[in-house]
């Protein structure tokens, strides 16, 4: 390793109290390319002198000297130099309890050749880390200023809203009576609808007879489809405004999560019989239970696994998963398709109340209010867990449901 200009200047210190010794060691050092070498018969330095490189004569080495180089170990690390015992045959060291005091040994003069590359080497190290510590003191005061920062834009924020609701005192329960008012609508729409929907599938099925002409047959189709296309609107309007709703209490139960899963797939398997899509449950038998609202649970399952088949080409796989992670005690639900796929803008979009991701549509001729995801979501976390999705255009998607430990049920 070269001598660089910057570590041929470093502060040296020489430590023995042989002036012999010290003469010829110093003239090695100047040798070698050092020139600011200082010599000193203890280790006692002023801030002006403090080494960045230190020498101890093993022949020097008593009780009092190696106290301090335990001293000197225990200085934080960035502002540590490193230290080398100078050592020959009269004076070898070998008890392990001194050796651990040094960075290195080297002896003298059998050792001049690598004299150079053990300061060199040394030195850098020495140099590289005072530089990484310098780095990151500057990366902390950095990231504690933008802490501040942040701290006082909630502070700022939190008062601006303090303000509004001052200025607008009834603005909450507002917020709470339009919710109210949208639940109350889609209640009153959901009635007729359902009858619609009956009806129409009586009229379709013919089953009191003929309707007469074959175009009334193809009206009746249409009237079918979109009054259940309105009613699934309808469905998911109401179920944003629960999810809204401070007043939609939970009714905790402890569920068989096994059970749950088959329940909500036994009711899927008409809508992927009649959209060409394999279904699968993969859960173990004795897979643990869950603290948490069964129906809403259920709920969440229909919601994104009636998503996954809407958005699989026929002829495709949708997959829910149950698996419990061993190192946090958390309950993973994994509802998986190999259908189109979003990309991570489309992604962003999918996840946004009434955002509805137009290149998924166009493929599947879906139309819908854009409102699963945010609904699953919600719902996900009023239930004490995560949602997480993960998702690649034209490879799939997969959507992890997290329940932490606290709501986990394990079976004995």
């Not at 780095?135 to 700022?156: F, G, H, P, S, Y």
């Not at 699934?232 to 096994?258: F, Q, R, W, Y």
């Amino acid at each position: 390793m070269l001598i660089t200009q910057e570590t041929k200047l470093a502060r040296i210190v020489v430590v023995s109290d042989d002036e012999s010794f010290l003469s010829d060691f110093v003239t090695c050092l100047h040798d070698v390319g050092f020139s600011n070498i200082t010599s000193s018969a203890e280790c006692d330095f002023s801030e002006n002198l403090k080494p960045e490189l230190l020498f101890f004569d093993a022949g020097s080495l008593n009780d009092n000297l190696k106290n301090v180089l335990v001293q000197l170990r225990r200085l934080p690390l960035q502002d540590a130099c490193p230290v080398i015992c100078v050592e020959n045959k009269d004076n070898e060291i070998f008890d392990e309890e001194s050796i651990a005091l040094f960075d290195d040994i080297i002896s003298f003069p059998r050792d001049l050749n690598r004299l150079s590359l053990c300061c060199s080497s040394l030195l850098k190290i020495a140099h590289d880390r005072r530089a990484w510590f310098l780095e990151r003191e500057q990366l902390e005061n950095e990231i504690a200023k933008k802490t501040q920062k942040a701290d006082l834009a909630l502070v700022l924020l939190k008062q601006a809203e303090r303000k509004i609701l001052n200025q607008n005192p009834n603005l909450l329960s507002q917020a709470r009576e339009n919710n109210n008012i949208i639940a109350d609508m889609s209640h009153e729409l959901r009635t007729p609808l359902n009858a619609i929907l009956g009806f129409s599938e009586i009229m379709k099925q013919e089953r009191l007879g003929a309707l007469g002409h074959e175009k009334y047959l193809g009206y009746v189709g249409d009237i079918h489809n979109a009054s259940k296309h309105l009613l699934g609107i309808v469905n998911d309007v109401l179920d944003l405004a629960k999810a809204d709703s401070e007043e939609n209490s939970l009714k905790i139960t402890e569920i068989s999560v096994l059970d749950a899963v088959n329940d909500t797939m036994k009711m899927m398997s008409l809508l992927a019989e009649e959209s060409g899509i394999e279904l699968s449950v993969n859960i173990a038998d004795n897979f643990p239970g869950l603290k948490t609202d069964e129906r809403r649970f259920k709920q969440v399952l229909t919601n994104l696994v009636t998503n996954a088949i809407k958005f699989t080409r026929r002829g495709g796989r949708v997959s829910v998963e149950g698996q419990f992670d061993v190192k946090d005690g958390a309950i993973l639900m994994i509802i998986r398709d190999n259908g189109i796929g979003m990309s991570a803008e489309e992604l962003a979009l999918a996840l946004t109340p009434y955002a509805q991701v137009k290149e998924a549509q166009a493929h599947t001729h879906v139309r819908g209010t854009g409102l699963g995801l945010p609904v699953s979501k919600k719902s996900v976390e009023a239930l004490g867990g995560e949602l997480l999705i993960t998702s690649e255009p034209g490879l799939g998607t997969a959507i992890t449901l997290r329940f932490p430990t606290d709501l986990t049920v394990v079976k004995d």
